[in-house]
Protein backbone atom coordinates (compact mmCIF):
# COMPACT_ATOMS: atom_id res chain seq x y z
CA UNK A 1 0.00 0.00 0.00
CA UNK A 2 3.02 2.28 0.80
CA UNK A 3 4.54 1.69 -2.16
CA UNK A 4 1.13 2.39 -4.38
CA UNK A 5 0.84 5.63 -2.21
CA UNK A 6 4.72 6.45 -3.48
CA UNK A 7 4.33 5.50 -6.75
CA UNK A 8 1.31 8.06 -7.24
CA UNK A 9 2.72 10.89 -5.33
CA UNK A 10 5.83 10.72 -7.94
CA UNK A 11 3.41 10.79 -10.90
CA UNK A 12 1.45 13.87 -9.90
CA UNK A 13 5.16 15.61 -8.53
CA UNK A 14 6.36 14.55 -12.19
CA UNK A 15 3.05 16.15 -13.98
CA UNK A 16 3.22 19.43 -11.43
CA UNK A 17 6.69 20.02 -12.63
CA UNK A 18 6.09 19.74 -16.08
CA UNK A 19 3.19 22.04 -15.71
CA UNK A 20 5.19 24.78 -13.49
CA UNK A 21 8.01 24.94 -16.25
CA UNK A 22 5.72 25.42 -18.86
CA UNK A 23 3.97 28.52 -17.30
CA UNK A 24 7.52 30.23 -16.56
CA UNK A 25 9.01 29.54 -20.03
CA UNK A 26 5.34 31.47 -21.64
CA UNK A 27 6.25 34.19 -18.91
CA UNK A 28 9.72 34.50 -19.88
CA UNK A 29 8.70 34.03 -23.74
CA UNK A 30 6.20 37.31 -22.85
CA UNK A 31 8.58 39.41 -21.11
CA UNK A 32 10.65 39.62 -24.03
CA UNK A 33 8.09 41.67 -26.14
CA UNK A 34 7.04 44.87 -25.97
CA UNK A 35 3.81 46.41 -28.16
CA UNK A 36 4.21 49.55 -28.87
CA UNK A 37 2.16 51.84 -30.90
CA UNK A 38 3.62 54.48 -32.76
CA UNK A 39 2.52 56.97 -35.51
CA UNK A 40 3.75 56.34 -39.02
CA UNK A 41 6.10 59.35 -39.16
CA UNK A 42 8.31 57.23 -36.94
CA UNK A 43 8.78 54.04 -38.72
CA UNK A 44 11.63 54.23 -40.04
CA UNK A 45 13.76 55.24 -36.92
CA UNK A 46 11.65 53.00 -34.75
CA UNK A 47 12.66 49.87 -36.60
CA UNK A 48 16.61 51.17 -36.46
CA UNK A 49 15.67 51.42 -32.54
CA UNK A 50 13.76 48.67 -32.14
CA UNK A 51 16.60 46.37 -33.56
CA UNK A 52 19.28 48.36 -31.58
CA UNK A 53 17.30 47.65 -28.18
CA UNK A 54 16.72 44.22 -28.94
CA UNK A 55 20.43 43.60 -29.68
CA UNK A 56 21.05 45.56 -26.44
CA UNK A 57 18.37 43.47 -24.10
CA UNK A 58 17.13 40.94 -25.95
CA UNK A 59 13.38 42.42 -25.61
CA UNK A 60 11.61 42.12 -29.07
CA UNK A 61 9.76 44.94 -29.98
CA UNK A 62 6.29 44.48 -31.61
CA UNK A 63 5.61 47.65 -33.63
CA UNK A 64 1.81 48.68 -34.64
CA UNK A 65 2.21 51.71 -37.10
CA UNK A 66 -0.55 53.91 -37.97
CA UNK A 67 -2.17 57.24 -37.42
CA UNK A 68 -1.57 58.68 -33.99
CA UNK A 69 -5.95 58.96 -33.78
CA UNK A 70 -6.58 55.65 -34.84
CA UNK A 71 -3.80 54.13 -32.56
CA UNK A 72 -5.94 56.06 -29.53
CA UNK A 73 -9.03 54.82 -30.49
CA UNK A 74 -7.26 51.19 -30.80
CA UNK A 75 -6.27 51.79 -27.18
CA UNK A 76 -9.14 53.72 -25.55
CA UNK A 77 -11.37 50.02 -27.24
CA UNK A 78 -8.55 47.48 -25.29
CA UNK A 79 -6.10 46.89 -27.73
CA UNK A 80 -2.82 45.13 -25.82
CA UNK A 81 -0.25 48.49 -26.23
CA UNK A 82 2.24 48.68 -23.37
CA UNK A 83 4.08 52.26 -25.00
CA UNK A 84 1.98 54.74 -27.25
CA UNK A 85 4.09 57.14 -29.36
CA UNK A 86 2.08 59.91 -31.11
CA UNK A 87 2.67 62.33 -33.53
CA UNK A 88 0.47 65.01 -31.38
CA UNK A 89 -0.33 66.27 -27.77
CA UNK A 90 -4.53 65.87 -28.34
CA UNK A 91 -4.72 62.56 -28.93
CA UNK A 92 -2.30 61.90 -25.98
CA UNK A 93 -4.17 64.49 -23.74
CA UNK A 94 -7.20 62.69 -24.50
CA UNK A 95 -5.71 59.36 -23.44
CA UNK A 96 -4.58 61.01 -20.33
CA UNK A 97 -7.84 62.74 -19.56
CA UNK A 98 -9.62 59.24 -20.12
CA UNK A 99 -6.92 57.35 -17.15
CA UNK A 100 -5.70 55.08 -20.18
CA UNK A 101 -1.77 56.09 -19.16
CA UNK A 102 0.40 56.79 -16.82
CA UNK A 103 0.90 60.27 -16.64
CA UNK A 104 3.92 59.89 -15.00
CA UNK A 105 5.81 58.36 -17.51
CA UNK A 106 4.62 61.27 -20.13
CA UNK A 107 7.83 63.00 -21.92
CA UNK A 108 7.77 64.63 -25.06
CA UNK A 109 10.59 62.77 -26.96
CA UNK A 110 11.44 64.36 -30.15
CA UNK A 111 9.84 67.44 -32.63
CA UNK A 112 9.45 67.82 -36.23
CA UNK A 113 8.61 70.47 -38.93
CA UNK A 114 6.09 70.86 -42.16
CA UNK A 115 6.92 71.69 -45.66
CA UNK A 116 5.71 71.42 -48.97
CA UNK A 117 6.56 68.76 -51.59
CA UNK A 118 5.99 68.15 -55.14
CA UNK A 119 7.13 65.18 -57.52
CA UNK A 120 10.70 64.57 -58.84
CA UNK A 121 9.84 64.78 -62.03
CA UNK A 122 6.43 68.22 -61.31
CA UNK A 123 6.90 70.78 -64.21
CA UNK A 124 4.22 72.83 -61.88
CA UNK A 125 6.29 75.54 -61.07
CA UNK A 126 5.38 75.30 -57.05
CA UNK A 127 7.71 77.36 -54.95
CA UNK A 128 5.91 78.30 -52.10
CA UNK A 129 2.13 77.11 -50.26
CA UNK A 130 0.71 80.50 -51.78
CA UNK A 131 1.66 79.47 -55.26
CA UNK A 132 -0.99 75.98 -54.58
CA UNK A 133 -3.66 78.95 -55.28
CA UNK A 134 -2.75 78.48 -59.14
CA UNK A 135 -5.53 77.26 -61.57
CA UNK A 136 -2.79 74.67 -62.93
CA UNK A 137 -2.69 72.96 -59.33
CA UNK A 138 -5.62 70.62 -59.19
CA UNK A 139 -4.59 67.77 -56.56
CA UNK A 140 -3.22 68.66 -53.03
CA UNK A 141 -2.76 65.79 -50.71
CA UNK A 142 -3.31 66.64 -47.22
CA UNK A 143 -3.43 63.98 -44.26
CA UNK A 144 -7.10 63.62 -42.60
CA UNK A 145 -7.40 66.25 -40.00
CA UNK A 146 -9.78 64.38 -37.61
CA UNK A 147 -7.63 61.70 -37.12
CA UNK A 148 -4.03 62.50 -38.51
CA UNK A 149 -1.89 65.02 -36.83
CA UNK A 150 0.16 66.10 -39.41
CA UNK A 151 -3.36 66.88 -41.55
CA UNK A 152 -4.48 68.93 -38.42
CA UNK A 153 -1.00 71.01 -38.53
CA UNK A 154 -1.18 71.05 -42.08
CA UNK A 155 -5.12 72.66 -41.64
CA UNK A 156 -3.78 75.22 -39.11
CA UNK A 157 -1.04 76.40 -41.66
CA UNK A 158 -3.67 76.61 -44.34
CA UNK A 159 -5.80 78.34 -42.10
CA UNK A 160 -3.28 81.02 -40.80
CA UNK A 161 -1.91 81.58 -44.53
CA UNK A 162 -5.46 82.63 -45.43
CA UNK A 163 -5.45 79.32 -47.82
CA UNK A 164 -7.88 77.30 -45.96
CA UNK A 165 -11.01 78.22 -48.15
CA UNK A 166 -9.04 78.83 -51.11
CA UNK A 167 -7.46 75.08 -51.40
CA UNK A 168 -10.80 73.53 -50.19
CA UNK A 169 -11.90 71.75 -53.26
CA UNK A 170 -8.07 71.04 -54.12
CA UNK A 171 -7.20 68.94 -51.00
CA UNK A 172 -7.50 65.25 -51.45
CA UNK A 173 -7.18 63.68 -47.83
CA UNK A 174 -5.40 60.80 -46.65
CA UNK A 175 -5.52 58.20 -43.66
CA UNK A 176 -1.92 58.76 -42.87
CA UNK A 177 1.31 61.48 -43.75
CA UNK A 178 2.38 58.12 -45.32
CA UNK A 179 -0.04 58.25 -47.86
CA UNK A 180 0.28 61.70 -48.48
CA UNK A 181 4.21 60.59 -49.11
CA UNK A 182 2.95 57.98 -51.67
CA UNK A 183 0.75 60.48 -53.50
CA UNK A 184 3.47 62.81 -54.45
CA UNK A 185 5.80 59.53 -54.91
CA UNK A 186 3.32 58.17 -57.40
CA UNK A 187 2.61 61.43 -59.27
CA UNK A 188 -0.88 61.38 -58.25
CA UNK A 189 -1.28 64.76 -56.63
CA UNK A 190 0.26 67.88 -57.30
CA UNK A 191 1.93 68.49 -54.18
CA UNK A 192 1.35 67.52 -50.83
CA UNK A 193 1.85 68.94 -47.05
CA UNK A 194 3.78 66.30 -45.03
CA UNK A 195 6.68 66.08 -42.08
CA UNK A 196 10.35 66.91 -42.63
CA UNK A 197 11.02 63.88 -41.82
CA UNK A 198 8.85 61.93 -44.76
CA UNK A 199 10.17 64.26 -47.17
CA UNK A 200 14.14 63.38 -46.61
CA UNK A 201 12.96 59.65 -46.00
CA UNK A 202 11.93 60.11 -49.94
CA UNK A 203 14.45 62.81 -51.36
CA UNK A 204 14.99 60.71 -53.98
CA UNK A 205 11.66 61.05 -55.53
CA UNK A 206 10.25 64.28 -54.49
CA UNK A 207 11.21 67.66 -54.20
CA UNK A 208 10.73 70.28 -50.78
CA UNK A 209 9.59 73.61 -52.71
CA UNK A 210 8.93 75.05 -48.49
CA UNK A 211 8.59 74.88 -45.15
CA UNK A 212 5.85 76.02 -43.19
CA UNK A 213 6.74 78.93 -40.72
CA UNK A 214 6.73 77.48 -37.48
CA UNK A 215 4.23 80.35 -35.95
CA UNK A 216 1.58 79.60 -38.11
CA UNK A 217 0.49 75.88 -37.01
CA UNK A 218 1.12 74.05 -33.21
CA UNK A 219 4.37 73.27 -31.90
CA UNK A 220 5.01 69.18 -33.37
CA UNK A 221 6.03 67.87 -30.25
CA UNK A 222 6.16 63.78 -30.64
CA UNK A 223 4.89 62.60 -26.92
CA UNK A 224 5.53 59.34 -25.52
CA UNK A 225 3.63 57.48 -22.44
CA UNK A 226 3.32 53.31 -20.85
CA UNK A 227 -0.33 52.60 -20.97
CA UNK A 228 -1.91 52.13 -17.26
CA UNK A 229 -3.98 48.66 -18.24
CA UNK A 230 0.15 47.09 -20.14
CA UNK A 231 1.69 43.88 -19.24
CA UNK A 232 5.00 44.95 -19.43
CA UNK A 233 5.73 47.85 -17.11
CA UNK A 234 9.48 47.51 -16.44
CA UNK A 235 10.31 46.55 -20.16
CA UNK A 236 7.75 50.00 -21.25
CA UNK A 237 10.03 52.01 -18.69
CA UNK A 238 13.25 50.79 -20.02
CA UNK A 239 12.11 51.09 -23.50
CA UNK A 240 11.22 54.41 -23.00
CA UNK A 241 14.80 55.09 -21.04
CA UNK A 242 16.09 53.70 -23.93
CA UNK A 243 14.19 56.27 -26.42
CA UNK A 244 15.39 59.38 -24.45
CA UNK A 245 18.98 58.37 -24.19
CA UNK A 246 22.19 59.34 -26.63
CA UNK A 247 21.87 56.34 -28.96
CA UNK A 248 17.94 56.65 -28.82
CA UNK A 249 17.94 60.52 -29.53
CA UNK A 250 20.91 59.73 -32.19
CA UNK A 251 18.96 57.30 -34.45
CA UNK A 252 16.11 59.78 -34.31
CA UNK A 253 18.02 62.45 -35.20
CA UNK A 254 20.03 60.23 -38.06
CA UNK A 255 16.23 60.21 -39.51
CA UNK A 256 15.56 64.25 -39.59
CA UNK A 257 13.84 64.40 -36.07
CA UNK A 258 15.26 67.30 -34.23
CA UNK A 259 16.18 66.69 -29.91
CA UNK A 260 14.25 66.08 -27.03
CA UNK A 261 11.67 68.24 -26.41
CA UNK A 262 12.38 69.68 -22.81
Request: proline content about 2%; some cysteine; glycine content about 6%.
Amino acid sequence: MKIKFLFIFLIFSLCSCGKNTTVSNNEIDAAKNLTVSAAISLKDAFDEIGSAYQTKSGVKINFNYGASGALQQQIENGAPVDVFASAGEAQMDALEKGGFINSDSRRDFVWNSLVLIVPKNSTLNIKTFNDLRKSEVKKIAVGNSKTVPAGQYAAESLTNANLGDALQNKLISAENVRQVLDYVVRGEVDAGIVYATDAQAAKNSVNVVAAADENSHSPITYPLAIIKDGKQKQAAYAFTNFLLSETGQNILRKYGFNGAAK
